[in-house]
């Protein structure tokens, strides 16, 4: 029901992730961040609490790959769990439960993971991971090619209904925290607007946050 792409860049040591499913409101479940440390998908039949406790694992120092061996070994369903991970230096692991639905398949790449389940087709991973790796700008813009990489590859087995875009950089705050929880048609469309109208504006939000001395106006009325 889900794919997804966990990534980092390595010239700002920004971590982010880019997903989409066929249920609503994917981004209030699978996508877990921590500046500095990584980034974690818990998705297939999702349990939130995993992406917490890997990242955890990741603070104390653990391995991407040991954090999941680790936290999925205390649960009893495992076998349902599908689960990617970056760590803050750009090392990767994932794990998908045998009993994950439909077609599944993961793909690790340079500073990038991706995975999925009720697949069309698995170069739908695939071609996440070479779309990142390909595409340039910001991590959130490389994010999105990959995103629609998987649309044009066939994306799941049925239309998705729900995207979501999340990247956390220096602050203890996502940076970048945009979700569509459910559109008819094209959900990754319209996070791409709404990252392209975001994205001008964003070092704006930032700096009201740091030195509310030098933020620029809202351009609101009352704000002039």
């Known amino acids: 029901m889900t794919f997804s792409i966990a990534a980092r860049c390595a010239e700002t040591g920004q971590l982010g992730i880019a997903l989409s499913s066929s249920s609503i409101a994917v981004g209030a479940r699978c996508p877990w961040l921590l500046a500095g440390v990584g980034a974690v998908s818990s998705q297939n039949i999702t349990l939130p609490m995993l992406g917490p406790q890997v990242l955890e694992q990741l603070a104390q120092g653990a391995k991407p790959e040991h954090a999941l061996q680790g936290v999925l070994a205390d649960h009893v369903f495992s076998e349902y769990r599908q689960v990617i991970a970056i760590d803050g230096s750009g090392a990767t692991a994932v ?10 398949h993961t793909a690790q790449g340079a500073d990038c993971v991706a995975a999925g389940n009720m697949l069309a087709d698995i170069e739908v991973i ?96 009352g704000d002039e």
Request: proline residues 7%; charged residues 20%; negative net charge.
């Open 95 to 104: 794990f998908s439960g045998a009993k994950s639905l439909g077609l599944y």
């Open 126 to 221: 695939n071609a996440m991971v070479h779309a990142f790796e390909c595409a340039a700008g910001q991590l959130s813009d490389r994010l999105m090619a990959a995103l629609q990489a998987a649309i044009e590859g066939g994306g799941e087995a049925g239309p998705v209904h729900s995207a979501a875009l999340k990247v956390v950089g220096n602050y203890s705050w996502p940076i970048v925290d945009l979700r569509v929880d459910w559109a008819e048609n094209d959900p990754i469309g319209e996070l791409e607007t709404l990252w392209q109208a975001y994205k001008p504006q964003m070092q704006a939000y930032l700096t009201r946050a740091i030195d509310p001395r030098e933020a620029p106006s809202y351009g609101v009325p």
